[in-house]
């Protein structure tokens, strides 16, 4: 700071905050009302929350979790078995489900090697590349050319005619 500088175009602070001077005796309405409400409303409604939530916390349920039961595959099921064609229709799409799960977190496992190798991710992401393959082959085979209205039937018949495809190979 120069040595010359105008002290009246830039007053010092003051040392202290000034106090407020109070004009009236009477206490603050908006002060009383906020403390009615908090003693009347929030503070029983929140110790009540809290009982409650240590209570469920003791006996939670991990929904996330959830396991099911394998159900029997469509060529398991008897003839006309309405309920047993309906599980393993349910079985079906949670095993899809899964499926796309597991090429997503192959993908983002090999796309994290790529964001992190740079410019030399051929060589030292082969092995992410070559599992992510194998992952897209088999996700592929099993549920390409499905179409928008996949069900556990339609991959049924496609294994079908793969099988009796690699039998005519074979013969």
């Not at 939670?60 to 599980?87: A, I, M, S, W």
């Not at 079906?92 to 992190?116: L, N, T």
């Amino acid at each position: 700071m120069p040595s010359d500088y105008d002290k009246e175009a830039y007053p010092e602070p003051p040392r202290q905050t000034p106090v407020v001077d109070k004009q009236t005796a009477l206490p603050n309405p908006a002060l009383i009302l906020s403390k009615l409400f908090y003693y009347s409303v929030d503070l029983p409604v929140t110790t009540f929350r809290d009982v409650v939530d240590s209570i469920r916390a003791k006996n939670k349920p991990v929904y996330y979790h959830q396991k099911f039961r394998r159900v029997p595959d469509l060529t398991e099921c008897q003839e006309g078995d309405y309920t047993c064609y309906y599980e393993a229709e349910m079985q079906w799409r949670r095993d899809y489900k899964v499926d796309q799960e597991i090429v997503k977190v192959v993908q983002e496992r090999m796309r994290a090697c790529q964001q992190r190798e740079g410019f030399s991710y051929n060589q030292n992401c082969a092995k992410e590349i070559e599992q992510f393959n194998e992952t897209m082959k088999n996700f592929q085979l099993r549920y390409g050319d499905l179409g928008a209205y996949a069900s556990g039937r339609k991959c049924l018949m496609k294994q079908k005619e793969r099988m009796i495809a690699a039998q005519a190979q074979n013969a």
